[in-house]
């Protein structure tokens, strides 16, 4: 059995939080040789509820779980944590702004981050609150001892209904879909990229149909964004899923030739401004360090939309200031 991994995650009375325990029991984020100690941090409205929770999993059976322990104090709960995984924000409102629910949260983000650097500045962080991008910059402002290679927000669940999608027009099971790459700012206008993926171990352009990419998948995503937006405490189980597999993803070498998507700060590939939290393919050797893929092929309508997503995120990265400064 391999060392223990210590896991914070915040909001863990929420529907995503709850799903994503039973994938944290089974192995899916760590591996099935690795045990977990796990932190879990919920505000003290909710303690009753966060207490019987965390006596629950103490009680299980599951022996991949070294203990779990619970606060309503971040600076407890993160104390000493190799991950945090940052759940806790209000419920997302329909017709509100990115930089509206942003500033909502702020507050939420502002003390969860300084608690963080505190206490637990070697940690590795995800961000999985839409806006993702958004606030893991806001909680990176106000946890600057925590290195910029540790901070993620969550983007994989676009790549997860892109896979569905494309898998339902091809035939094929999802898994058959791979090395779709996503790029910018999680929402409707995330790009994610067919023509370098594959499709039942074809390359996807001899597949599927550039009609049906452009007038078909495209906006049928984007529908898919806001719905998974505007449900995801009803619908906790593809939020759930994508962080365990960007954590896994993180934490395991890459195949050759393959790569996984998260957003992370952009040291000025592919001319993303540097300093922004943006949605990148990515590869780790060692499951500790990561760079991003360099020499990916950008058609001209690729490179159009990166510039969209580039140009969003800056506006809220302004936005962002005013808010942080």
Known sequence: MKDTVHLAVSGATGRVARSLLSRIAAGALFGPERRVALSLLDIPEVLPTLKALATEWQGSPHPLLAEVRYSVD???????????????????????????????????????????????????????????????????AHAQDVPPEHWFALTKHAELCA???????????????????VWGNDGAGIFVDIRNAWVDGQPAPGTIDEDWMHSVFEPSLARRMIDLIETRGDAPDVAAQAIAQTIRGLTTPTPYRRWLCAGVVSDGSYEVDRGLVFSFPIRTED????????????????????????????LEAVGMAAMVG
């Open 163 to 181: 896979s569905d999608l494309i898998a339902r027009q091809a035939g094929v099971p999802p898994s058959q879909v791979n090395r779709l790459s």
């Open 74 to 140: 971040p600076r407890h709960a993160f104390e000493g944590m190799d991950w945090v995984v940052l759940l806790g924000a209000r419920r997302w409102q329909p017709g509100l702004s990115k930089a509206a629910w942003a500033r909502l949260n702020e507050s939420v983000f502002v003390a969860q981050s300084r608690a963080i650097n505190a206490v637990a500045p070697s940690a590795r962080v995800l961000v999985g609150v839409h806006p993702s991008n958004v606030h893991c910059m806001v909680a990176r």
């Open 287 to 314: 499951g500790r360090t990561w760079s991003i893929m360099q020499d990916f092929f950008l058609d001209t309508r690729a490179q159009e939309r990166i510039a969209a997503n580039v140009a969003e995120l800056s």
